[in-house]
């Protein structure tokens, strides 16, 4: 997979492939001079609720523990009774201790993958209620001579009825809690530019905290459609540090897989750049998030403002080998430094 990249929550595709949008045209009628409109009716379907998974309580996890507060007693009396020395004893009670640590935390691991598969299965079930429950239900018309105004005005009201239905599913998008204090590159700042000439509603370095973390997430920009209320989390990779000059978003590293997989769970879609990309073509990088949008939306707006831009040239992902040698030979400087003078970024 070559950059642009883009990962799209399994919602937003499900929604997508229920809901699918007419190709419409720069005329505003639809590529097959549309006859009738797409019809949103869907078969009903039984929902099942999911069940929630047989697990421990958390009180009897505490016997656990119990149990080992009363081996740690008895063992050390009962080498007492039989003589052993003081280290052999306390080998013992080690030993045993570790083994209790170890029992614990397989029980409670797999308790805790249990309730989060039943949290995402709830995720999922609510989501698909969503979709069933506030299905619109559209009269289909006549392409007539005249009738140019009334395909558009028709389309526009499918379009919107369709993002009703795609903000009502987007209300379980997990929001970020503030922006990051962290520093930013030279990249990010001057893109930010670019993408609030076209985009309605960014916002740079917001925060999302990690569950079960003290940690968080800073998304380099997010983009917000707000008739349909769909986020874009726009990433700017960069092949090593500016001052560590350590390798970063390495394709054969796991470090942005997690971080990706987060995003999707919070229903986010994923848009990752090089920053070459976002320095020698931002334009282009605005367009490709301006398709983005246009594909699930149907919304063209942006679109059309970039049409007129080249498509980005791919880019081959780095190994961690590569970003080495690019660190070397300062190989991020190649295009910084046509970034008005500016040398490398922290990012």
């Known amino acids: 997979m070559n950059y642009p990249i883009v990962f799209y929550p399994k919602a937003v595709m499900q929604f997508c492939h229920q809901y699918a949008l007419s190709e419409v045209n720069s005329s505003g009628a639809t590529s097959s ?104 239900e559209f009269s289909s018309f006549k392409l007539e001579k005249e009738g140019l105004h009334t395909v558009l005005k028709s389309v526009k009201v499918d379009f919107d009825s369709r993002n009703r239905l795609l903000k009502d599913l987007m209300s379980l998008r997990v929001s970020y809690i503030g922006c990051s204090q962290a520093r930013q590159g030279v990249s990010e700042e001057r893109f930010l530019q670019y993408l609030q000439r076209y985009f309605k509603e960014v916002v740079q370095a917001a925060e999302f905290k990690i569950p079960s973390s003290r940690r968080s997430y800073s998304a380099d920009f997010i983009v917000i459609h707000t008739p349909s209320g769909i986020g874009i989390d726009v990433e700017i990779d960069e092949p090593y540090a500016g001052k560590s000059k350590q390798p970063t978003h390495c394709c054969d590293a796991e470090g942005d897989v997690r971080r990706n997989q987060l995003f999707l769970e919070w229903n986010w879609i994923v848009v990752r750049f090089t920053e070459k990309q976002v320095v020698q073509a931002p334009l ?15 919304d063209l707006f942006s679109y059309k403002l970039l049409e007129s831009e080249p498509d980005l040239l791919p880019v081959k992902p780095w190994t961690t080998a590569e970003a080495r040698k690019m660190a070397k030979t300062n190989y991020r400087l190649s295009y910084l430094s046509l970034s008005k003078g500016k040398g490398e970024g922290e990012g």
């Open 33 to 136: 001079q549309v006859q009738e409109t797409q019809q949103f009716r869907q078969p009903v379907v039984l929902l099942t609720p999911p069940q929630p998974p047989v697990v421990l309580p958390v009180k009897l996890l505490w016997l656990i523990w119990v149990f080992w507060l009363y081996g740690a007693i008895a063992l050390p009396l009962i080498a007492i009774s039989w003589g052993w020395l003081w280290w052999e004893m306390l080998l013992v009670v080690v030993a045993y201790s570790c083994l209790i640590a170890a029992a614990y935390s397989y029980v409670f691991g797999c308790r805790q993958k249990l309730l989060s598969r039943y949290k995402q299965q709830v995720l999922e079930y609510k989501q698909q209620e969503i979709l069933s429950k506030k299905q619109p």
């Open 284 to 298: 282009s990088c605005c367009k490709f998030i301006a398709f983005v949008i246009a594909e699930v939306t149907g």
